[in-house]
């Protein structure tokens, strides 16, 4: 005769599976932080943030920011 398997009940499943779902998201987002802080306080891209910043000097049509966006 096999055992039982233990029950649980739809409620709190869904309760521990929101709260993993949750948790996730958070863990992503400040992996997404990290990141993004690495890169901006990486001195080797600052020629090519400088390069990227010009570009859009360079070519305005190819600029999709407004002029309001441009000058923060």
């Known amino acids: ?3 039982e398997k233990p029950v649980v ?3 709190r499943l869904g309760g521990e599976v929101a709260y993993l779902v ?3 998201r958070e863990q992503r987002l400040a992996e997404g932080v990290a990141a993004e802080s690495r890169h901006l306080m990486n001195p080797d891209e ?5 390069a990227f910043a ?3 000097c360079d070519y305005p ?3 999709t920011c407004t002029p309001e966006e ?3």
């Open 22 to 24: 949750a948790r996730q």
């Open 61 to 63: 049509e190819a600029c």
């Open 70 to 72: 441009s000058t923060r």
């Open 1 to 3: 005769m096999r055992p």
């Open 54 to 56: 010009q570009m859009a």
């Open 9 to 11: 009940p739809a409620v």
């Open 46 to 50: 600052g020629p090519i943030e400088a």
